[in-house]
């Protein structure tokens, strides 16, 4: 189904949202801030994450009195940098919430404000709001979500001679695509890879949590992760994707391996669409036709709504803020939810938490992203759980899996044994020290 609306560059979408999103949607009405404030927020990689400055701006065009300034940190030092200047005072007064991971650390450490008031009165199309939620009170709202999709290179596949996927996927239809990916690439001469699979843990363990019926995070059980590493092996044994080995130790990347065909197909989160656009609108990525499709599923249960995973990316209010600055910050978390942010952020590739009608236009309007029905529905149609659910010990627990998963990808300790240790590490050194 290809949208009914002109198709727009990146570029010029942007500064349309820009201009339009103070007429945009109910519910973002301009603040009454008693007098101009600056607000400061923190960031990271300026220079290629549009998101942060589109937000700024959008909001500073309803919302004249309230400017938003950036504190900028090292994205892969941002949790580490953030804590210690919050600790020593000099934090900035809105601060992103990359991720789930650490938010009960910011929590629990009485370094977020208490947002319930305007938590209350977002709608309930904002996607990921419950997961900021603590004893009733809700410490963040998100302005993101992303989800992992299945990307592919329709040119490989056609290469290949090979069905393109579709939403019925199951993990036992990707496991054969793949085997007949891997035959038909070398037939035809083609030095790419039926799969890259990027060194993270989130890329084994991520889909396990969200799609096995029961499976918990902090149980001290992780039986559930065995048939994804062993799919994972298989696949590195046939040579249908790069060895782990291979993908530490000579520091690929991501983008670069689909971005340069290197590999027919790549699970990834949905921030990967934005990128993709720009670096094959920079060269930086090679030009090819490419779609996203949903994760393989479990089985055909999910056929209709496919179970993914991805945490949102929130916005919190740093508790120490005076008064003025927690009332513009309140208004500006409020907004950043809301549906006209959401159009903006759509309008240059991201996913945002609220999807509405106009949102889902907006984010198939801009040039380049993959308008065919199957990546509208990935897009239109998810029930993305979260990577990590909020919890004392989520930090801790990840750690350990992630030193699993570095284990046995690397084929340093077979699966079973790896798997009895890291749920023995997590009962003993983790759990009975709650």
Not at 91 to 103: A, E, Q, R, T
Not at 254 to 262: C, I, L, P, R, V
Not at 276 to 305: I, V
């Amino acid at each position: 189904m290809r949208s009914r609306y002109p198709r727009r560059t990146a570029i010029a979408a942007a500064v349309a949202a820009t201009a339009l999103v103070a007429t945009a949607c109910g519910g973002d009405e301009p603040a009454d801030s008693g007098g101009p404030v600056t607000l400061t927020m923190s960031a990271w990689s300026l220079n290629s994450t549009p998101e942060f400055k589109a937000l700024a701006d959008a909001f500073h065009e309803q919302n004249p009195d309230i400017t938003v300034e950036f504190k900028e940190y090292d994205a892969t030092n941002y949790d580490t940098q953030l804590t210690a200047d919050l600790a020593a005072g000099s934090g900035p007064d809105v601060y992103v919430l990359k991720n789930l991971k650490n938010f009960i650390t910011y929590q629990s450490g009485e370094q977020l404000l208490d947002v319930s008031d305007l938590a209350d009165q977002l709608g309930s199309e904002v996607s990921g709001l419950g997961n900021y939620k603590v004893d009733g009170a809700t410490f963040a709202v998100p302005y993101r979500q992303d989800s992992w999709y299945l990307y592919y290179n329709k040119d490989l596949f056609a290469a290949a001679g090979v069905t393109p996927p579709d939403e019925t996927w199951t993990w036992a239809e990707y496991e054969k695509a793949i085997a007949d990916l891997n035959a038909g690439l070398k037939a035809a001469g083609s030095p790419a890879k039926a799969a890259y699979q990027h060194v993270w843990q989130s890329t084994v363990q991520g889909l396990a949590l969200a799609q096995t019926r029961g499976a918990e995070l902090t149980s001290g059980d992780y039986g559930y992760l065995k048939p994804y590493y062993e799919r994972a092996l298989a696949q590195q044994e046939t040579g249908a994707q790069v060895d782990y080995g291979a993908a530490t130790t000579n520091s690929l990347q991501y983008q670069a391996q689909f971005g340069t065909q290197q590999a027919a197909t790549m699970l990834m989160g949905s921030w990967y669409v934005a990128t993709l656009l720009s670096q094959q609108e920079s060269g930086a990525a090679q030009a090819f036709e490419w779609g996203f499709a949903p994760a393989p599923q479990l089985d055909e249960s999910t056929r209709d709504k496919p179970v993914t995973f991805g945490d949102p990316t929130g916005l919190g209010i740093n508790a120490a803020v005076d008064e003025a600055e927690a009332a513009a910050a309140k208004e500006f978390l409020s907004f950043a939810a809301g549906e006209g942010a959401a159009a903006a952020l759509a309008s240059i590739g991201i996913t945002p938490a609220t999807l509405t009608e106009p949102v889902v236009e907006a984010y198939f309007e801009v040039e380049g992203v993959p308008a065919d029905e199957l990546s509208r529905f990935a897009f239109e149609n998810r029930d993305t759980k979260a990577e990590n659910p909020a919890s004392p010990v989520t930090a801790a627990v990840q750690n350990a899996l992630l030193e699993t998963h570095s284990a046995i990808m690397s084929g340093s300790t077979p699966v079973d044994d790896a798997l009895d240790e890291a749920g023995r590490r997590v009962r003993d050194e983790v759990l009975e020290s709650k």
